[in-house]
């Protein structure tokens, strides 16, 4: 019995001493240090942009209402086409106007024709003065009489340039350049001074955006562009509601001077062309791009760029105590740098602090470095270099703020 048991112990310890060697086998050999990309920071020119919610607002707006009361004879424009100052709009019932302006200058004629003959009395009186029949009495009393007269005339005058204000009201014009919109009143209504608004006209070209800031976003942006020039440091760019950018830009003209007490914002407006987008000979009536009363995004954004370093947004890491980087130190080994951010876009990151000019920033295979890590470093790929490269040749990389001076989080995580 003890004879049969010993081969089997043998062999199981054989078995298990066999698949321990093949384990140790298996066991790849140590690896070196990851290979990581790098780039250097360098100094790059960036746009400042914040961008606020806004609303196009018509430069000028006119209630067309009627100054008389009589009957609507006619309408003369067509309702949702442009029209030009001076034109007419609505046809009154003019005869009874008419008439009475006839009877106004009638009653001038009769007084005029009466002061005539008071004149001649007192040049009679006066001519009598040198006489025995002369009396002065008499002269003072002509005088009277005719001053009497000279002032019903004038006063008969006023009563008829009043009924040729009136009369010419009946004609009702447009005071500005504008859309017309819809009509309220339609032919044979009667039509009152408190009869409400016959139409609403809207200026188009220039058009005010208006947008409300918060007083923080204010105070910073008076501090970034005071001493570049105010409000010709900035322009303002629109993104309409389709995403589409505006073509035209504009220019910051007013910022209110009083806070809205229940948003605690201040009122910001600038004005922005709104040119024709056909030719209006071609399409029934002009087509413009903006309409007032419409929603835009407003891009608040600066003339010149400023220098800021940079460094590619892929290389900025987060965690719960703020934004980090990694950079390759003189012994190649990976140094973990707490930075602060400005304002920055998807691609690329403004570094306030933490960084400097020429540290080599890890921006490739962040998901195998530890910090005091050894790394491998080499440059980054021709993506990213393209990318940084095209930042510093036109400068126009757009930074968004989503408010003034706030930096955003980084977007990619540990």
Sequence with gaps: MHLARAPIGLLIAGAVAFAATATVRAQPAASGPPAVGIIEVAKRPITESSEFLGRIEAVNRV???ARVTAFLEKRLFKEGTEIKTGDK???LERAPFEADLASKQAQVAQLQATLENAKLTTDR?????????????TYDAAIANQRSFEAQVQSAQAQVQSSQINLDYTDI??????????TAVTEGNVVTPGAGVLTTIVSQDPM?????ISVREELALRERYATRGGFNAVVIKLRLPDGRLYEQTGKLNFVNNTIAQSTDTFLM????PNPTLHDPATTDGSIRELTDGEFVTVLL???????????????VLSDQQGDYVFTVGADNKAEQRRIQLGQSTSTVAAVISGISLGDKVIVEGLQRVRPGQPVSPGPASALIQSSMRAVASDGRTQIDGGGAG????????R
């Design 125 to 137: 009186a006066r001519t009598l003065l040198g006489g025995p029949a002369g009396q002065q009495s």
């Design 301 to 315: 954004e600066g003339v010149q760029p400023v220098e800021v370093l940079a460094v590619p947004r892929s290389a």
């Design 406 to 413: 706030e930096a955003k989080p980084a977007g990619n995580g």
């Design 89 to 91: 709009l609505y046809g």
């Design 208 to 212: 005010y955006v208006t947008f409300p």
């Design 269 to 272: 407006r600038g004005d922005i």
């Design 63 to 65: 209630n067309v209402v």
């Design 173 to 182: 014009r447009s005071p500005i350049d504008g859309l017309v919109g819809r």
